[in-house]
């Protein structure tokens, strides 16, 4: 970042656009500082601990990575390579995962589920339902025959792995996103090039298969096919009796009651085990002995930073939400990679109402 100082003092034209979405990350790295400096231990949250290594110097690194690279990435040649760098590391996360599959290599958290070298198989499943993203962003705009086969590989591999670490929140994600992402391709790609009106149908009928299929599923969930398969007995097993159900929405009532004590600028990041004993429900008797987050993104902020972070929070979706639909009108964009990100960030916003973030 001293380097990128230094450019952005000589060349005015590297220097930062104060855009909504700039603006509401730089306000956002704002409210959360506030609320670390005055929280119950501003130590743990400017640090983290070992056990998650976020805090607030994270947020710093972050927020000024993405001005960093906001400002020297120009073409898109540049964030092509950036991307497909990302996809290349992703690939590689997900074959160590199928040696564990296979047994070659044992998962780090044990069981049958994979994790790859992240450790927990719903930060896998997170980790690559982003990358599917951007395969699929680049798969739209390449013009390469060859490269759009390689990023539509790319992708039908990552939502492989997905399935195969069995995390229902990402799982549940993609389903949405894929319904999202469909229903837009059909209300905002309009063409009457033959093509276009194939690609219309083959939505119709991804959006018609991501609502029967799971619906077909949950009908036949008490079957012995449904029991058979370890993935599709973790959604079998849905209810809101069933143990990890059951946990959030205890651990969701006891953050209830944390936010109420502390609404505006919340506790601070990182000190969420605070909460967690002070409104202890006993009933958690058969849980894990501790939490230090509460498994709901809207939850976790409001703890983290209060009102003011989780609406600071929800601003970073809005301005990125309304800087697509501006690209969008400008025809700045292909529509297709419009439908692309957009689905994506609904997906992953939507499977961090069951998990959390972890950088």
């Known amino acids: 970042i001293a380097l990128w100082v230094g450019l952005v003092v000589i060349s005015r034209e590297h220097r930062p656009r104060f855009t909504p979405l700039v603006v509401a990350i730089l306000a956002f790295t704002a409210i959360v500082g506030l609320a670390d400096l005055f929280g119950i231990n501003p130590y743990n949250s400017f640090w983290s601990r070992y056990e998650r290594m976020e805090g607030y110097v994270t947020i710093l690194h972050l927020a000024a990575y993405f001005l960093m690279l906001g400002s020297v990435f120009r073409t898109k040649g540049e964030w092509r390579l950036l991307f497909t760098t990302f996809l290349g590391v992703g ?87 894929t319904i999202l992402g469909a229903a837009l391709y059909l209300i905002f790609v309009r063409d009457a090039d033959p093509a276009v009106r194939l690609r219309r149908k083959i939505a119709l009928g991804i959006l018609a298969a991501a609502v029967i299929i799971p619906a077909g599923f949950w009908a036949v969930r008490s079957s012995d096919f449904a029991r058979s398969n370890y993935i599709f007995e973790r959604f079998a097993n849905l209810s809101f009796t069933e143990k990890t159900t059951r946990s959030r929405f205890m651990i969701w009532a006891m953050s209830w009651e944390g936010f109420k ?27 894990e002995p501790w939490f230090d987050r509460s498994h709901n993104i809207v939850f976790d902020w409001l703890i983290n930073a209060g009102l003011l972070g989780l609406v600071a929070y929800l601003a970073l979706f809005v301005a990125a939400i309304r800087a697509l639909y501006q690209a969008l009108r400008r025809r700045a964009i292909d529509a297709r990679v419009g439908v692309v990100l957009c689905a994506g960030l609904v997906a992953y916003f939507f499977q961090n109402l069951f998990v959390f973030d972890n950088f």
């Open 91 to 177: 690939v590689a996360t997900g074959f160590y995962g199928i040696l564990q599959k296979l047994g070659y290599l044992a998962s780090i958290q044990g069981g049958i589920r994979i994790d790859g070298t992240i450790g927990n198989p719903t930060y896998l499943a997170a980790y690559l339902l982003l990358l599917l993203v951007l395969a699929l962003t680049l798969f739209v705009e390449s013009t390469s025959r060859l490269w759009r086969w390689i990023y539509g590989l790319t992708a039908a591999y990552f939502v492989f792995i997905i399935l195969l670490t069995a995390s229902r929140g990402p799982i549940l994600g993609l389903i949405l996103g």
């Open 261 to 287: 004590e502390r609404p505006v600028l919340g506790w601070g990041q990182e000190n969420y085990t605070t909460v967690f004993a002070k409104y202890f429900n006993p009933k958690l008797y058969d849980q």
